[in-house]
């Protein structure tokens, strides 16, 4: 009854009831935990997108570091061949004028370097061989593929065996794949200097 009669009191004097106090910040609450969750999210997928390109960029950076790796190692085996005091160079000259090459082989390891420019792509099931010329024929050094006609570069292993002197022409031909006497045209040819 209390609260009853103090409403009577407040009418008959003309007062106003007293108001329920409102927090300000209480309509603010109620929209803080939506907020700090929708920025959270913002950030976590902002995170997770940064994160892929990251992974991303990781992987291509280490396929990049292999591929240079893997070149690291031919450039140093090219580079092994360049420094025997054995060294024979074979300048070869092409049917095409623009075509050269040349080989450079070290007969106390049997390994060959070869350095060709401007000849044209080798065909789909065709590769071009490297023949030495041993006490008057042919036998095949290596097989190698050309996609661009800019400067390349083979290491062959293995050599057939005989010392620098009977070795005396090597030429490069395009030929089928698999093929153990050259059949097709001559590209490069050259001798040793003696």
Known sequence: MQVQSTELWNIVTNEAPS????????????WLFPGITVVVLIMIIGFSMYVTKMMS???AQNRQLSALGGEL???DAMLSILASSQLRITPLKGAA????GNVLWDPERRTVLLQISHLPQSLHEQDYHLWAVMDGRQVSVGAFSVESNENHFYKFDVVPPGSGNTISDFSVTLEPRGVSQPTGAVYLAGSPRM
């Open 57 to 59: 960029t990781l992987e």
């Open 97 to 100: 004028p623009e075509a050269y």
């Open 19 to 30: 108001p329920t106090p409102v927090h300000p910040d209480s309509s603010k609450r109620r």
């Open 73 to 75: 190692i031919r450039k």
